[in-house]
């Protein structure tokens, strides 16, 4: 069920992701607000309890859902479930179409909307990078395929619909903390509520975030990412989610490297985007194969 699931998820949503409103995250930002504000006050220990609690909540539903479900009917509402919690966890938005819509707008020269969309993959403002951006964006697209897509199979193949939803919840949370810390000019530290909602979703990410990396590497060159992983496993940084994207981020674009080597200096940008989603449509085949041969292997024990 678990293969079938994802497979049927994965077609449905390349059909249905115009009309999959509800997976932009404002829709959980009230309750995500409400826990800040009633919960944003404390320090130490508190914030970090807190924001295990506030996340697991949205989830519980979910899990009871699944749970009630079971194998009735010979599984098939549990699998309908199933697809329905994988279509609101991918995302919040979906990736493909929005790293296509900056490479059309790169391509015809619109460089307000390339912009707006190289926002939505940094979720920061893309103004005054200058060249950097080209290399912001396509780290961008690697760790946003784990924040949108492999975080959630994993989870999903570990714990069914509810772990599929836990992963989303978390990054919504993430997502909504950083936006308002910006907001306010603070910064994300560990001992506020804010801080731990990104440390949550930092330990929830750690271990897909090093399988995708390995599948990056897998997918591309295979040298130059392993000695890029090399180099991000010497960096130091005090949060757990930085070190995962840092990760990333180099090995993602030392798979990528040697493709770009012969391509013209007027064509990288949308040549580096195009190339660095190419290499996550092939990551997540080689997760889908993998999860295959584990379906297979627990069928034939």
């Known amino acids: 069920m678990i293969l079938l699931a994802l497979l049927l998820a994965l077609v449905c949503e390349r059909g249905l992701t115009h009309l999959l409103h509800l997976r932009e995250p404002r829709w959980l930002d009230r309750y995500i607000d409400w826990a800040r504000l009633r919960l944003g006050g404390r320090h130490g220990l508190v914030p970090q309890v807190a924001a295990a609690i506030a996340i697991l909540l949205p989830v519980l539903p979910v899990a009871a859902a699944s749970w009630l479900l079971g194998s009735h009917l010979l599984g098939l509402p549990q699998l309908a479930f199933a697809v329905f ?22 391509e015809r020269g619109d460089a307000e ?25 396509e780290e961008a697209i690697f760790v946003q395929a784990n924040n949108r897509i492999f975080g959630v199979i994993f989870w999903f193949v570990v714990f069914g619909a509810a772990g599929a939803w836990v992963f989303r919840v978390s990054d919504l949370m993430r997502r909504r903390a950083a936006f308002e810390a910006h ?33 990056y590497a897998l ?5 130059d990412a ?9 960096e130091v940084s005090e949060r757990l989610l930085d070190r995962s994207e840092d990760l990333l981020a180099r090995v993602g674009k030392g798979s990528l490297q040697p493709s770009l080597a012969d391509v ?34 627990g069928s034939a024990a």
């Open 85 to 106: 919690v994988l279509l609101f966890s991918f995302g919040p938005r979906d990736l493909r179409d929005e790293v296509d819509d900056y490479i059309a707008a790169l």
């Open 264 to 297: 013209p200096p007027e064509d990288l940008d949308a040549a580096t985007a195009r190339g660095a989603w190419r290499i996550v449509g092939r990551a997540v085949w080689i997760w889908l194969a993998l999860i295959a041969v584990l379906v297979l292997v």
């Open 226 to 234: 392993v000695g890029n992983w090399r180099v991000a496993a010497d």
């Open 183 to 215: 907001r306010q000019g603070v910064p994300l530290t560990g001992d506020t509520f804010s801080g731990a909602l990104a440390g949550m979703h930092g330990l929830i990410a750690w271990i897909p975030a090093r399988l995708a990396a390995a599948s």
């Open 219 to 223: 997918a591309g060159s295979f040298e």
């Open 113 to 137: 909307s390339s912009a707006r969309c190289a926002k939505g993959l940094l979720e920061a403002d893309s103004v005054g990078r200058g060249a950097g951006l080209r290399d912001a964006v």
